[in-house]
């Protein structure tokens, strides 16, 4: 998922982001595909193991945690995933790992997240706002939200 070893999927050239892999396009049409036709192969824990070990790594590593955390729990959400992950497990250590991080996050600006003043931080308060706003019908579903 984060684009390294030969691992990495280009996102279309004319897509209005500079993202690290396409995986919009890996996790529903690959994983999710996958998972539905052999749930024994475990992918889904799998993702989660991958996920919650990110969050351990370097500014890079997490900021990948983070949008893949938000791309699975939306997903969930509206029925397009064929697996859901620990919630609770991934979501406590994830906010004690934003937490322990922000300086580092504040601090990188590879990707997207040169695009904010805060570097990586700024894609943390983005998701943030966007879990508090009712319009997304997603605030209870992360109960996430930092005090920023």
């Known amino acids: 998922m984060q684009g390294r ?11 209005p982001a500079h993202l690290l892999t396409d995986w919009t ?15 024994e ?9 991958a996920i919650l070990e990110m969050m351990d790594g ?15 729990l939306l997903s969930e959400h509206y029925d397009k ?4 992950i620990d919630r609770n497990k991934v979501l406590k250590k994830l906010r004690q790992t934003l937490i322990n991080n922000k300086e580092k996050l504040m601090n990188y600006f590879e990707w997207t997240c040169g695009n904010y003043e805060g570097g990586a931080w700024g894609e943390v ?3 943030n706002e966007l879990c508090k706003d009712d319009n ?11 005090p920023l």
């Open 136 to 146: 997304y019908k997603v605030s209870q579903l992360f109960s996430f939200c930092l």
């Open 81 to 84: 995933s064929s697996f859901i």
């Open 25 to 39: 396009k890996i996790i529903p049409w690959g994983i999710y595909e996958v998972y539905k036709e052999n749930p």
């Open 58 to 72: 370097e500014p890079f590593d997490i900021y990948v945690a983070l949008t893949l955390v938000y791309f699975q």
């Open 5 to 15: 070893d030969g691992y990495r999927v280009e996102t279309e050239p004319w897509t």
């Open 41 to 49: 192969l475990g992918l889904d824990k799998m993702i989660e193991d």
């Open 125 to 127: 308060v983005r998701i």
